[in-house]
């Protein structure tokens, strides 16, 4: 009777460990689905910063021998010659997004211009122009001024008159002996997403 019972309990315990086994394979077969109906699209909108020339003047004996030109974003402003106190010339430009999406300047990188003397006395007048030499970069809203600077917004569809001006402090006591040539000054003006 021992025997009986021991098969008897073999055989129960087989079936519960079957049991346990497929109810177990059972729930590791389950598969959790998680449908969304999202979808990543190519942007509707455009971004289109342009920078165009308007044109140039100078004023005292300043000689406009020479120009700005602008590649992309940037302003190259070469060959003008300076001769005595409060010469200056000035450039006008405009900014203009023609893209759908707000802008703002992230960014304003400039590079000194080249100033070159020349005859027997080029360093020393060379460094006096470049000691006296100042220069500005404006929005340009007559009858007023106001700088350009990082952060200054051009919204989607508007159109900046703006413009840069170089010149001799007028309170130069000392004046150079030979023209002084300035060329390759540039400013890039870079822009963000406003």
């Given at each position: 009777m021992?025997?009986?019972?021991?098969?008897?309990?073999?055989?129960v315990?087989?079936?519960?460990?079957?049991i346990?086994?497929?109810?177990?394979?059972?729930?590791l077969q389950q598969q959790l689905?998680?449908?969304?109906n999202?979808?990543?699209?190519?942007?509707?909108?455009?971004?289109n910063?342009?920078?165009e020339?308007?044109?140039?003047t100078?004023?005292g004996?300043?000689t406009?021998?020479?120009d700005?030109t602008v590649?992309?974003l940037?302003?190259?402003i070469?060959n003008?010659?300076f001769?005595?106190?409060?010469?200056?010339?000035?450039?006008?430009?405009?900014i203009?997004?023609k893209g759908?999406?707000?802008a703002k300047?992230?960014s304003?990188?400039?590079?000194?211009?080249?100033?070159?003397g020349?005859?027997?006395?080029?360093?020393e007048?060379s460094?006096?122009?470049?000691t006296?030499?100042?220069k500005?970069?404006?929005?340009?809203?007559?009858?007023s001024?106001?700088?350009?600077?990082?952060?200054?917004?051009?919204?989607a569809?508007?159109?900046?008159r703006?413009?840069?001006?170089?010149?001799?402090n007028?309170?130069m006591?000392t004046?150079p002996?030979n023209?002084?040539t300035?060329?390759?000054?540039?400013?890039?003006i870079?822009f963000?997403?406003?």
């Open positions: 021992k025997k009986s019972h021991i098969k008897t309990y073999i055989i315990a087989i079936l519960i460990s079957i346990g086994i497929s109810i177990a394979y059972a729930a689905q998680i449908k969304t999202a979808s990543v699209q190519s942007s509707q909108t455009s971004w910063i342009v920078i020339k308007d044109y140039c100078q004023r004996y300043t406009n021998t020479g700005m590649n992309g940037t302003l190259t070469s003008y010659t001769k005595a106190p409060n010469d200056r010339f000035t450039c006008y430009f405009y203009e997004n759908e999406i707000d300047i992230s304003l990188d400039y590079k000194e211009p080249t100033i070159s020349t005859g027997s006395t080029a360093t007048d460094a006096l122009v470049k006296n030499l100042w500005a970069l404006n929005w340009y809203n007559w009858p001024l106001s700088p350009i600077s990082k952060g200054d917004k051009v919204l569809g508007e159109k900046k703006a413009e840069i001006t170089y010149s001799i007028e309170t006591t004046l002996t023209p002084v300035f060329t390759n000054a540039t400013y890039t870079n963000e997403q406003a």
